[in-house]
């Protein structure tokens, strides 16, 4: 069976709220979608999709045991991390719960093939090309992360060219937020073998600042190393003809909306990424607080699909942080100077 996952909790809902109704909007109503607990702030969450029959939440932390076990093994391996991270206040292993979106390769999952975002993402267009991919390839994504490599792995240390050559980085790494795979594909054996590697050394070549991301990416560029030609990492921005490609994130001040729709050169995106915007900004917006981001039409449209009543009245000018939002939010991601 082929399904949706997503990671979410009370933080994000109204954001979870937009990204079901979108779903439901561009894969169907029949579309099973699994919600994977963040952490146990879920009684918002619970409300959301009481009433939808075909979504499930994924909250038994027995699923996540495993993968929480697995993901204190890498870091404990890498030479800086938890030492930087405990400089920082932070007690455990950072943003750990994010990877409990591993738990969708678990064998326990309950979707045989599965495309997984991000709770800050719209689906904009039918999935199935995803799931058409996965028919040649073990792991399917569409994005533009190859443009910055930094926030994947650790570009300072030539251990990175030793372990990677820089055409399988530019062919391979993706973002965590949207991705499509299937159950079974990180075994426990996988897993061993991966440890084996980061222990012997490779750990230092991740990037900290987004642990399971780039744990992720190290997992199937080592694994599509070690397989060869059983196992394939396939982009689609890479490979779809180019006319035919969208880009997919709110950085891309180009988009035209309407009515729902995101278009780039007149081609409807397949989904957009909403990727370093806060949880609050959307929560005030719902709120009835005039603040603004890119593409928030397109959110509100989704947001209150099934409660136009609801949707906030906005009065006023939109309110802007100084610097701006969208210039704060270039600078991170290094597009801007």
């Known amino acids: 069976m082929d399904g949706i996952y997503t990671l979410a909790n009370d933080v994000v809902c109204n954001q979870l709220v937009a990204l079901l109704n979108s779903i439901e909007v561009h894969a169907g109503r029949e579309m099973p979608v699994a919600v994977i607990a963040y952490d146990n702030r879920l009684e918002q969450v619970k409300a959301a999709i009481a009433h939808r029959s075909q979504v499930t939440l994924l909250d038994d932390p027995a699923l996540f045991e495993p993968w929480e076990a697995f993901s204190r093994q890498v870091w404990q391996a890498h030479p800086t991390a938890i030492a930087t991270w405990r400089k920082r206040d932070i007690p455990d292993i950072y943003r750990l719960s994010c990877n409990h979106r591993y738990a969708a390769f678990d064998d326990r999952a309950p979707f045989d093939r599965f495309l997984y975002l991000d709770a800050d993402t719209l689906l904009l267009a039918s999935p199935q090309i995803f799931f058409d991919a996965l028919d040649n390839h073990e792991l399917v994504t569409y994005d533009f992360q190859h443009k910055d490599p930094s926030h994947i792995f650790n570009l300072n240390t030539p251990k990175l060219s030793q372990i990677f050559s820089n055409a399988e980085i530019v062919r391979s790494i993706f973002c965590s937020g949207c991705y499509a795979s299937r159950r079974g594909l990180l075994n426990t054996e996988q897993r061993d073998w991966l440890l084996q590697n980061l222990t012997a050394g490779e750990a230092e ?21 070690r397989e060869n030609e ?6 689609l921005a890479l490979n779809l003809p180019r006319e035919q490609v969208t880009g997919n994130s709110v950085t891309s001040s180009h988009f035209v909306e309407q009515n729902g729709q995101v278009c780039d050169r007149g081609i409807p995106l397949t989904y957009l990424h909403y990727i370093g915007l806060s949880a609050d900004l959307f929560n005030q917006l719902c709120n009835s607080i005039n603040v603004d981001f890119p593409y928030r039409e397109t959110f509100l449209h989704y ?30 991601l290094r597009l801007v100077a």
Do not use: D, W
């Open 205 to 225: 070549i991740l990037y900290p600042n987004a642990p399971n991301q780039s744990v992720l990416n190290y997992m199937a560029m080592r694994l599509a190393q």
């Open 230 to 235: 059983s196992f394939s990492i396939y982009n």
């Open 303 to 332: 947001r209150y699909l099934h409660e136009a009543n609801q949707r906030p009245q906005l009065s006023g000018k939109p309110v802007l942080p100084t610097p701006s939002l969208m210039q704060r939010l270039l600078r991170k």
